[in-house]
């Protein structure tokens, strides 16, 4: 098993920012490596999307909605994914989840239990 576990999550007026953290830990020590990490959003009603993920090799993709406002980053020696959200707008509230698929010891994909973000206007 791995668990992931997010912070970072809070009530923010539009225009401000918010950094939102995932660390990644292994039950009983075990060892693996996170091959894509990612961040998705969901709200009421409607599917959950993919917000932005990052490779092992720092490779970057991100929705169209937040491209130039928000930037994944990763530590692999931490086993720590980052999501740097800038400029935020009323439309990104929602709740937040990271995604890690690891391979090693411990294969699989894994999430976690989610950090709400809420942009007021």
């Known amino acids: 098993q791995v668990q992931l576990v997010e912070s970072g999550g809070g009530l923010v007026q539009a225009g401000g920012s918010l950094r939102l953290s995932c660390a990644a830990s292994?039950?009983?020590?075990?060892?693996?490596?996170?091959?894509?990490m990612g961040w998705y959003r969901q709200v009421p009603g409607k599917q959950r999307e993919l917000v932005a993920s990052i490779t092992q090799n720092g490779n970057t993709n991100y929705a169209d909605s937040v491209k130039g406002r928000f930037t994944i980053s990763r530590d692999n020696a931490k086993n720590t994914g980052y999501l740097q959200m800038n400029s935020l707008k009323p439309e990104d509230t929602a709740v937040y989840y990271c995604?890690?698929?690891?391979?090693?010891?411990?294969?699989?994909?894994?999430w976690g239990q989610g950090t709400q973000v809420t942009v007021s206007s």
């Open positions: 995604n890690m698929f690891t391979v090693g010891v411990v294969s699989g994909n894994w």
């Open positions: 292994g039950s009983s020590g075990r060892i693996f490596s996170i091959v894509v």
